[in-house]
């Protein structure tokens, strides 16, 4: 089979006879293709620097002219014919905090350079005949680009890019900018990136507190809003509507250049999001009023993005185990490994487990601990939090996100602080902080300062929560290893997502408990796995055919809660057993 080698990137296998273009992108080099490979946009274009392929075509000779004695192709229109080596100009995404798996992309979006002019019958047909001469089809056009055709058509015609979306004609732009939007749906807080839909980069992120916090800070709150309240999933529709509106606004972009959204959340968020009353899931058997990927339009949403953009979800798993753990699963690749657990600790965790062709997921509630909620110096992590603290009998180190003076603690300081304490023998197993160098008492409770100038500091009660928190998860963790008879030395890889795990040092994860006794290569960091299976969902036909599988194929569970068995999970430490 021939090799295709992309400087700077590697080296891949393809078959003879491969077109350049569709066998790049399976291989998960993001290479932009504005016109979907007709020959059109000229964004596909690569500078071949060896090798055999087939010989230019009329299309590249129009659109590359003198690029093409200087090795420049477009990628759509060659074909391998033997060993090539090619370099891509790849644009740089601006964000790169998480790591993407390589899929192979398939955007829903056409940018197609036209001709619109008066011509009978009609302005339009005479746009689809052309666009159906050059190859695209298109079945209609919407009102919004007839609106474009009426400012644009001449008797002499303009020039446009026509943006087509699932076989419509959405748009009449001028260049060659469109973009999708993934959103991930948090108790919390609210996540979104901007996708340029031509090459698959992202290429632009914003965060929020979602705006549903003032309904109640936890899922049960917001159900019970919904359940008694005349409007109250209107409201909490709109307030969570409006924090996306605003992330939408910060990410700079002309908002109707955004034509296709996909978001991720937990089942409750979900629900809301779309104005469905989660009431359903508040009380036994906690079941979901519907599992599969919903589509809307944005208007029907009030989403302030191109009114033509479909808003789409990733499919629910069941019960309180959402979209954003179907996420998690496409972006850490869960199904590529034989034996795998993956935790998602944010404001309510998920754990799922794989062994062989079984998939088994069961939520945890963690409560709101790991995100600092609860704590007397708890904060998310977020500028000015410390994320990681070193303790040892000289004294205490600390990073502080973003430097500066420390405000609080996040998730992953405390799980930091914990595993040190208990080394350094200031904490014993059953959670009791005991006295010593930095431990003061302070009306009648011990806590240990980090520091002193600002109080900031762990305190007794805090360790108390922590351990709950920590229970909750390594309950399910070990229910679910059970239940597949899997031995932790089994496990081919521990995955941890959310934003919570990205500053979290695994040493002291298993220090105090909160992940399994494993090799500390073993356990890998995803971030905010739920927006990433979001964008792969957005981009990729496999992608968003395996998220469908998962939705299928993975068993939700109960996992029984037994006092003593939870009374047991409360001492800190390694695990002793599976
Ligand atoms: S994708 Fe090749 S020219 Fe548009």
Wanted: proline share 4%; charged share 25%.
């Amino acid at each position: 089979m021939p090799r295709i080698i992309v400087r700077g990137v590697g080296e891949f296998e393809v078959e003879r006879g491969a077109n350049l273009l569709e066998a790049l992108r399976s291989c998960g080099v993001p290479i932009a293709a504005g016109c979907g490979g007709h020959g059109l946009c000229g964004m596909c274009r690569v500078r071949v620097v060896a090798g055999e392929l087939s010989p230019p075509t009329r299309r590249e000779a129009a659109l590359l002219s003198g690029l093409l004695e200087r090795g420049w192709r477009l990628a759509c229109q060659a074909t391998v014919l033997g060993d090539v080596e090619v370099e891509v100009p790849l644009r740089r995404a601006r964000v790169k905090r998480r790591l993407r798996p390589s899929i192979p992309i398939s955007t829903p979006l056409l940018l197609i350079p036209v001709r619109v002019v008066e011509n009978p019958p009609s302005v339009e047909e005479a746009l689809i005949s052309e666009l159906r001469r050059l190859g695209v089809n298109v079945r209609t056009a919407s009102l919004r680009a007839l609106a474009s055709m009426a400012a644009a058509a001449s008797r002499g015609g303009s020039d446009k890019i026509a943006v087509i979306m699932d076989g419509e004609l959405v748009d009449l732009i001028d260049d060659y900018r469109g973009f999708g939007l993934a959103v991930d749906i948090g108790t919390t807080s609210v996540a979104a990136s901007l996708v340029d839909l031509a090459s698959g980069n992202v290429v632009g992120e914003e965060v929020s507190l979602n705006a549903q916090l003032r309904f109640g800070g936890d899922i049960i709150a917001r159900i019970q809003y919904a359940a008694t309240r005349a409007n109250g999933v209107r409201e909490l529709q709109e307030a969570v509507v409006d924090t996306v509106n605003s992330l939408v606004e910060k990410l700079g972009v002309p908002s109707e250049r955004i034509y296709r959204v996909v978001v991720a959340g937990n089942s409750v968020m979900l629900h809301l999001f779309y104005g469905v009353n989660p009431r359903t899931l508040g009380s036994l058997p906690f079941e979901p009023v519907y599992r599969r990927s919903i589509s809307a339009r944005s208007g029907e949403l009030g989403l302030r993005v191109n009114p033509q953009a479909l808003v789409e979800s990733l499919p629910i798993l069941g019960g309180y185990v959402g979209g954003d753990v179907v996420g998690d699963m496409l972006a850490s690749r869960i199904l590529e490994y034989g034996t795998a657990m993956m935790i998602d600790v944010g404001t309510n965790g998920e754990v799922v487990v794989k062994k062989g062709d079984r998939l088994v997921a069961a939520s945890t509630p963690a409560g709101p601990a790991f995100e600092g909620v609860g704590l007397s110096h708890g904060m998310m992590a977020v500028e000015g939090a410390v994320e990681r603290v070193k303790v040892s009998w000289e004294g205490v180190e600390y990073r502080v996100i973003g430097g500066g003076d420390p405000q609080g603690i996040c998730g992953s300081g405390y799980i930091d602080l914990l595993a040190e304490l208990l080394r350094m023998g200031l904490l014993s197993e059953s959670g009791r902080m005991v006295r010593g160098p930095r431990v003061r008492e302070r009306e009648g409770v011990l806590e240990f300062v980090l520091d002193e100038e600002r109080g900031v500091a762990l305190t007794q009660l805090d360790v108390r929560k922590l351990q709950l928190a920590i229970a909750a998860v390594k309950m399910t963790e070990k229910y679910l290893l059970r239940l597949l008879n899997v031995d932790v030395r089994e496990l081919e890889t521990v995955i941890v997502a959310g934003d919570f795990g990205y500053h979290l040092d695994p040493s002291n994860a298993m220090e105090v408990g909160l992940l399994p006794k494993v090799d500390e290569d073993l356990v890998e960091f995803i971030g905010n796995g739920s927006l990433t299976g979001a964008e792969m969902f957005m981009l990729s036909r496999e992608a968003r055919e395996e998220a469908l599988r998962l939705a299928e194929a993975c068993e939700v569970v109960e996992v029984p809660r037994h006092n003593k068995a939870f009374i047991e999970e409360l001492k800190l430490g390694k695990w002793r057993e599976p």
